[in-house]
């Protein structure tokens, strides 16, 4: 069956510029998250929705960076007036329920800010 | 805080040998410990979970409670284990997000 999906696979972006990645999670997923990895390192988390509640968004690093799910199933992350330190790539994973389940990542947008 | 360290950056050994890659962690309270694997041009998925007590490919790992450790085992490494593996952990009755380690990439040799 059909995974998590991210698009744009890859993102060039001059510093200053906004930017908008997309995730589509696996159907009937509730759990949806993001995280950023950055090159050399693990994938680090960034916010989590429940349906389209956003549960947790301790890990966004700015008010640069927004997330929303408003129908409870694809995501939008949004990165406004991006900056070269936000250079990386953007996971999304999903999971069928909150608790004692996989997440299903996808396959990631690499981000390049110049 | 929670925090996973996985010690080794690069692993590499020859096929047939045994391989271990470790993993520690730091967690006040009951953590659930993934590993996760990602093969070349793969995305991540998920290896194998300390509750399911399962072997996956030939991959074992036990969590020792008292060393904070959930090291990953393969006795007989394979070619087609040469990848990047990540710990993970989640806190039980917690956020559901996944605390990565920065991971440790594994090259078996013919």
């Known amino acids: 069956g059909a995974g998590v999906s991210q698009s744009p696979r890859y993102k060039v972006a001059k510093r200053g510029q906004d930017v908008a990645l997309r995730c589509d999670p696996i159907?009937?997923?509730?759990?949806l998250f993001w995280y950023q990895q950055a090159l050399g390192q693990g994938p680090e988390f960034l916010t989590y929705f429940q349906n389209e509640a956003q549960l947790d968004k301790s890990g966004l690093p700015s008010d640069r960076f927004f997330a929303e799910r408003p129908e409870g199933s694809v995501s939008t992350l949004k990165i406004q007036r991006t900056q070269q330190e936000d250079s990386a790539v953007y996971l999304c994973?999903?999971?069928?329920?909150?608790?004692?389940?996989?997440?299903?990542f996808g396959p990631g947008t690499r981000l390049t800010v110049l | 805080a929670q925090r996973v360290t996985q010690p080794e950056k690069l692993l590499s050994v020859f096929k047939g040998a045994p391989v271990e890659l470790k993993c520690n962690y730091s967690?006040?309270?009951?953590?659930?410990l993934f590993w996760y694997v990602q093969y070349s041009r793969q995305r991540l998925q998920l290896l194998l979970r300390h509750i399911s007590r399962e072997s996956i490919k030939g991959f074992t790992a036990d969590l020792n409670k008292g060393e904070t450790s959930f090291h990953l085992k393969k006795p007989f490494a394979q070619e087609e284990d040469s990848a990047m593996y990540y710990c993970a952990l989640r806190a039980k009755g917690g956020s559901e997000k996944l605390v990565f380690g920065k991971g440790t990439k594994l090259t078996v040799n013919p």
């Open positions: 994973a999903s999971s069928l329920s909150p608790a004692l389940s996989q997440q299903f």
């Open positions: 159907s009937g997923h509730v759990s």
């Open positions: 967690y006040s309270g009951s953590p659930e």
